[in-house]
């Protein structure tokens, strides 16, 4: 695998490749590899000739100075994980190569934006639309792939690529969960052993929210699950909602909608983590 941190070097690699005919799989990360990056990654290597992964921790993202220095960077584990599934090439830019002019952009994503992580995170998509888009200018792949943990994130990214016409298939790929539950992510490494513990109590609500939205209201569901995170003092949630899966706005009751997304956001300890689950209610 060839790491690369100039632009100049990976436009020249992805011409002559394009130039060949390959097929190119992309994964954008922000490092801190794991078993959720590397399912992406072997789905990549599967289905394309040549697959670029990109790590880069994206300060124009962080709506919180703390949380983008505390933001796990493991870059010397994250290549040798790499290795191992055969990725190709690795980006590894930094913030002075991607940015070499402070960014002035502005995109505006409409109501996908105004709600749950736009709504708590001003200018985090304005962020991921940013980078999102210099990498797809530079990296010019035939597939994307994202994490459904992220599933806002996909949406946006999604509308992104159809407004300004990015000839490339997003591919968007099931959370990846520890045995416990919890969904896995380089934020997870900044829990303690005790935080740990309590994490995938975050799950375990959007279960029992599942399991019991035909039979309650929403405003109920809502309340119970605030109580039942709120018994530790270490969980703070700032959201829960169940949303229309298909257009992310909030519902206040289920009304012919064929599936639903359950959304949730919490601080354990300073951590904070994010976690969905896509209901279908047809089938139920
Ligand atoms: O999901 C992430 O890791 C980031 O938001 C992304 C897509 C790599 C953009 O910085």
Do not use: W
Not at 16 to 28: E, Q, S
Not at 190 to 214: G, M, N, T, V
Not at 256 to 262: C, I, M, R, S, Y
Not at 264 to 271: D, L, N, P, Q
């Amino acid at each position: 695998m060839e790491v690369i941190e100039q632009v100049s070097a990976l436009r020249a690699i992805v011409g002559a490749l394009r130039c060949g005919g390959k097929r190119i799989g992309f994964v954008p990360t922000m490092g801190a590899l794991h078993e959720g990056h590397l399912q992406l990654l072997r789905a990549s290597t599967r289905e394309n000739d040549i697959t670029i992964c990109s790590v880069f921790v994206n300060p124009t993202q962080f709506n919180n100075a703390s949380d983008y220095k505390l933001y796990p960077r493991t870059l010397e584990h994250d290549i040798s994980l790499l290795q191992t599934v055969g990725c190709n090439y690795l980006f590894a830019p930094s913030a002075e190569e991607i940015y070499p002019q402070q960014s002035v952009l502005q995109f505006s994503f409409g109501a996908l934006e105004a709600v749950m992580e736009g709504e708590h995170r001003p200018g985090h998509f304005n962020g991921v639309a940013t980078v999102v888009s210099k990498l797809f200018h530079v990296v010019q792949p035939h597939k994307a792939y994202f994490g459904q943990k992220d599933l806002q994130q996909v949406a946006i990214v999604r509308q992104l690529v159809q407004a300004l016409s990015f000839d490339l298939e997003l591919v968007c790929f099931p959370t990846v969960r520890e045995a416990d539950g919890l969904a896995m992510s380089s934020r997870n490494k900044r829990l303690s052993d005790a935080q740990r513990q309590l994490a995938p109590q975050l799950y375990k609500a959007l279960q029992l929210a599942a399991a019991e939205l035909q039979q309650k209201p929403i405003e109920t569901i809502k309340n119970e699950l605030a109580q039942q995170l709120h018994q530790s003092s270490e969980i703070r949630l700032e959201y829960f909602e169940v949303v229309d899966a298909l257009t992310l706005q909030p519902l206040e009751k289920i009304s012919g909608q064929d599936e639903v997304a359950l959304c949730i956001a919490a601080f354990v300890g300073e951590v904070r983590l994010i976690d969905n689950m896509l209901v279908n209610l047809k089938e139920s």
